[in-house]
């Protein structure tokens, strides 16, 4: 057996926070906290290559999840619109011809680790894209969420979490103001938490320990697997598992680098300017945070700075998102969200994630 260190065990992992808060378009702020607006510097010193010197870019106050979206909030809206999240619908015909039936049913991409000297240079080596894998089934159709109220959902794409956000009269956050959020008020560190390295004994975050994606020594409680949410400390804004745990989406369309400031404020570049460098015919969201996959000497993106691209149409066992309500326009006066899953150019593009780059972990 690979030593993936895949803890798929019953047992459900307790959760962390002594209350879990689960709103409704009734209870709109429920659950969220407000961050008063501000200038910050946003990237830094590039670490890698799609990241950005640092500018400085000025945001407006917002109110902001206080934790990843859970597994008990998304069933919630999901009780009460009846919706149906991407992985749990078979991709038009139309939209991908060049896939078999097989390969157009419902599923979603899940992690499963790989044996040691395996080609870290290959995500498909440790990501399979398993049929009946969805936000309820996060393993694939044998497992469940049944007492996993408390962890963050996953395998939910953009659309689904916009939707998810629509339905409370939010929004997704901009990279700007996920970052801005995620720095907690620090200027210019490395972490959310400040500027000293993760240290396993002193856990900060869900990510990994050891060799990437071979073995976790779970160091941090939670081996290979999103935890609840809150299990770590708060940033300085009082938000929790803005670092690790999992990939967050953004309404930013990702390309290499940072737009010029003015840009940045209102959201990053058009998406005619989307460019993943490795799969240049998908456009993609910008993704943040890193997760419980991220490990120091593969991904090494839980840092505000990091960013990855995500594609719009697939999810997986490592991105969820939290939601922002602006403290200027209402956001049911905003755009609807864009149709998916396919849109132009992205008929023929791989499917709910081929292995590309924003999977690496
Ligand atoms: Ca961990």
Redesign the pocket.
Known sequence: MAATACDRSPAAPKACLARLEVPDPSHQHVGMVFVPAGTFAMGAAPLRAEEGPPRTVQVGGFWIDRTEVTNAAFARFVAATGYRTLAERPLEARRYPNLTEAQRAPSSLVFVGAAPGVDRRSPANWWRIIPGADWRHPQGPDSSITGRDALPVVHVAYADALAYARWLGRDLPTEAEWEYAARGGLAGKRYAWGDQPADPSKPRA????GVFPVL?T?A??????A?PVGCYAPNGFGLYDMA?NVWEWTKDWFKPGLEPAATEALGGPPQALALDPNEPQVPKHVIKGGS?LCSEDYCFRYRPAARSPGPPDSGASHIGFRTILRAGPSPAAAPPPAPAPGGPGQATGPVRGAGGPSFRS
């Open positions: 869900n990510t990994w320990q976790d779970g941090d409680g939670y081996k290979a697997q935890a690790g419980f």
